[in-house]
């Protein structure tokens, strides 16, 4: 459950929230299990947060800083990761399915066991990465480097490799 005085901060929007974090940077802030779809949350500092079992469908975390957070179980569904800072996030058991990660940082990150199905991976960062047992059904890996990466186990049925600007899909 998460800390009702976390939260009720969050509600008052990124800027505070982001305020309170510099103030705050020792803090591990704890969201666990919170609904917030559609949320709209450009830029928000969520660095070190625990925000397993979060349902942040549709959500917009353009530009977010989500390193060390723990989004564990989480329900991303949709939600625009672009650019976001995701290094040694977890991610394990997530549902990413069709979030837009384009040139999302997400070095040192365990997605063990997600969903990243339909999921828009363009140009990130992915050293280190876990991807062990991840689904990639239907995902669009344009510019990505998967060697850097632990792909042991990940499906990659149907998985677009080829920008569909610069020429042809290709699938496995």
Same mark, same amino acid.
């Given at each position: ?29 704890? *969201? ?6 559609? #949320? ?21 975390? +353009?530009? #977010? ?39 999302? *940082?997400?070095? +040192? ?8 199905? +339909? ?14 047992? #991840? ?23 149907? #998985? ?13």
């Amino acid at each position: 459950m998460a800390n009702k005085d976390h939260l009720a901060l969050l509600l008052r929007g990124v800027e505070t929230w982001n305020q309170w974090r510099q103030i705050a940077y020792e803090e591990w802030p704890d *969201l666990r299990d919170i609904h917030l779809v559609g #949320a709209s949350l450009r830029m928000v500092n969520l660095s070190r947060t625990d925000l397993r079992n979060a349902d942040l469908s549709e959500a917009n975390l +353009e530009g #977010a800083i989500l390193n060390r957070a723990d989004l564990q179980g989480a329900i991303l569904g949709k939600t625009n990761l672009n650019s976001a800072d995701c290094q040694h996030t977890i991610f394990r058991g997530a549902i990413l399915r069709a979030a837009d990660l384009r040139f999302a *940082l997400l070095t +040192e990150a365990d997605l063990t066991d997600a969903d990243l199905s +339909e999921v828009f991976l363009t140009q990130a960062e992915l050293t280190g990465t876990s991807f062990v047992n #991840a689904n990639f059904d239907d995902a669009h890996l344009y510019n990505v480097d998967l060697s850097k990466a632990d792909t042991h186990g990940a499906r990659l049925r149907k #998985a677009y490799f080829t920008d569909p600007f610069r020429g042809p899909h290709s699938h496995l």
